[in-house]
């Protein structure tokens, strides 16, 4: 670098140079994209105002954790009101609000600032864009789905007196914990973004977004309740009632009685498998729409 | 100063079409080395569509193209390591800062995390982007923004960097610099340029190598001094009696055509430069000048008929 003289003075030029390091290539790509989509989900790097609603909606999903703890300190583990298998039930609509204020951000603001010719001219597919987004946005809600859970279980386990004992007992839900939380932010992530990357429009993503987990919801039980042995398939298409059996087939529960999973009386495997196949719609229909999009 | 390339883009019988009617490209056929190169057309000619396909943004209906020895498609991802875009559009995110967003562009073209911010400020200061650069894009003039914008281009070290139309929306002061940065970006540190543009004097100024299509097909590709080359035409201007000097030169059996204070007059051969120097001096006129016409970039977009009605008339 040359010092260099001009009207203004003696500045240094830092401007300008040739690149000789190293390229990462398209793996490193995706990454970048993955960490950059996972910290705009809570508005990291972005002004105030875009991190305030995530995180308070992040932080109402750990409250039932931290009450169930507050409990167990003071009734030294006697009463469990938030138990694993009952956790999702209990933030189902916190989860629901995350999805419908986040996914729009996820996928809809590239659209909007048409950003996507600059990412799709760079070292990644179509495909790769749309992995990076689904994968981001399932990571960020098990921040919601099993980040509390995780606290509840080590909360737990440090309240009792004989932690040995309290983990030879409970070692083994922790893949069951695991498995639900990730089934959760799988299909949510996966039905969100499908919904919300069909629009650059936030509000209408937002709104259809919610809709599709709250106005599900007492449909389905209207026609589980109302109608015979075939209508109750009709829970199947509530997320919420989806995901709640999915959680109880996990944990080997059976339903609550007089609740519209009780009620409908599928088996309990089916759950899981449509959870599953939901996810892989989802994410088919992302995949479908960049590859698609005008760029 | 292009080390390790031999052909910047070749694209081969390289067609588009939207639905049955619409046809962008017609069989495209194109070879260009690396340097500095405008690409001009009238609005839909084709030239956003064709820098769209050699970036993977649009696949061809037919035909292949490459970009730098490979594939736009096959090879696309290997490729855009080396590619830079700005497009005609705005595309910045309004909610994060010039670096963030800059930072990120960067990582996504390859780059590891901290060559990628090193390569950021860099990058920015040569725009000439400074402090505002930690401020929120959605503040920023059209000017700040097209700065971010090559910024975001150039930021990976491309090979080879293609603007669309990159002094959009800008006053003539910032359309000075922005042709300024990237003549400088292409002729200092070597970057192949293509610059797609209507605006002729802008090619003028910043483009070394020419390509013209019309309609989706290439009318001419050449060096921009074919373009502008000597005409056989003389402009001549006289102090005195400019009709009456006319008269004469007719007289002597040249072609003579008034063109306000200019007298154009027809190179036969090399005696015309006498023969109009001895008729001054014979009339007593002075002579203010005597000059060869240079094509200017415009006559490239004159119908055919009219400019050969011209040369047919002098």
Request: net charge neutral.
């Amino acid at each position: 670098m040359q010092p260099q003289s001009d009207a203004t003075g003696s500045i240094y030029d830092l401007g300008y140079r040739r690149y000789d390091g190293v390229r990462l290539g398209r793996q490193h790509a995706v990454i970048a994209l993955y960490l950059y989509t996972l910290r705009g989900a809570f508005g990291l790097g972005r002004r105030t105002s875009s991190k305030i609603i995530p995180v308070i909606i992040t932080v109402i999903a750990f409250i039932p954790a931290l009450v169930q703890l507050g409990i167990a300190a003071v009734a030294s583990g006697v009463v469990e009101i938030f138990a694993p298998e009952n956790y999702f039930g209990y933030v189902q609509v916190t989860v629901a609000l995350f999805c419908a204020a986040v996914a729009p951000e996820i996928v809809g603001r590239d659209q909007r600032a048409r950003t996507l010719s600059l990412y799709f001219s760079r070292a990644l597919r179509r495909s790769d864009y749309a992995f990076a987004k689904l994968t981001a946005f399932t990571t960020a809600l098990l921040l919601l789905t099993l980040a509390p859970q995780a606290v509840l279980f080590v909360g737990n386990t440090l309240a009792t007196k004989d932690t040995g004992a309290f983990l030879r007992d409970n070692w083994s839900e922790v893949p069951r914990i695991v498995s639900s939380g990730l089934l959760i932010a799988a299909l949510m992530a996966s039905v969100s973004l499908a919904i919300a990357c069909q629009t650059p429009r936030r509000s209408y993503a937002t709104v259809a977004v919610i809709a599709l987990f709250l106005v599900t919801t007492p449909l389905a039980a209207i026609f589980v309740r109302e109608t015979g042995s075939w209508g109750h398939y009709a829970i199947l298409l509530s997320p919420f009632d989806l995901l709640n059996g999915t959680t109880l087939a996990v944990f080997d529960i059976v339903p609550d009685p007089d609740t519209s999973l009780e009620i409908a009386d599928l088996p309990a495997w089916l759950y899981p498998v449509v959870t599953a196949g939901y996810t892989i719609v989802g994410a088919g229909l992302v995949l479908r729409r960049y590859a698609r999009i005008a760029a | 100063m292009y080390a390790g390339f031999v052909a910047l883009l070749a694209t081969r019988d390289l067609t588009k079409r939207y639905g049955a009617h619409v046809t962008a490209l017609d069989g495209l056929n194109l070879e260009l080395e690396p340097g500095i190169i405008g690409l001009v057309g009238a609005n839909g000619a084709g030239k956003s569509t064709l820098i769209k396909i050699l970036l993977g943004l649009l696949p061809p209906t037919s035909g292949s193209a490459t970009v730098l020895d490979l594939d736009v498609d096959r090879q696309g991802p290997e490729l855009r390591q080396f590619v830079g875009y700005m497009p005609e559009h705005d595309c910045l995110p309004g909610d994060v800062s010039a670096t963030e967003f800059v930072a990120h562009m960067a990582q996504v073209n390859g780059l590891p995390r901290s060559a990628a911010r090193e390569r950021t400020a860099e990058t920015l200061r040569h725009v000439g982007l400074f402090e505002e650069r930690y401020r929120e894009i959605r503040g920023y003039s059209t000017g700040m923004k097209q700065r971010v914008k090559l910024a975001q281009a150039l930021v990976h070290d491309p090979r080879v960097m293609f603007l669309d139309e990159p002094t959009n929306g800008l006053d003539p002061a910032g359309r000075d610099e922005m042709l300024d940065l990237v003549r400088r970006t292409g002729t200092e540190f070597g970057i192949a340029i293509v610059m797609a543009s209507h605006l002729l004097g802008e090619i003028e100024r910043v483009c070394e190598h020419l390509v013209v299509i019309d309609g989706g097909r290439l009318l001419r590709s050449a060096p921009i001094g074919d373009f502008t080359g000597q005409t056989q035409v003389l402009a001549v201007e006289v102090e005195g009696d400019a009709a009456v000097f006319s008269r004469r030169l007719e007289a002597l059996g040249l072609r003579v055509k008034a063109e306000g204070r200019l007298i154009l007059v027809g190179i036969q051969d090399g005696g015309v430069f006498d023969q109009i120097r001895d008729t001054a001096v014979d009339l007593g006129v002075g002579l203010v000048r005597l000059e060869q016409r240079r094509q200017n970039l415009e006559d490239l977009f004159r119908p055919a008929v009219e400019e050969g009605a011209d040369a047919a008339a002098v």
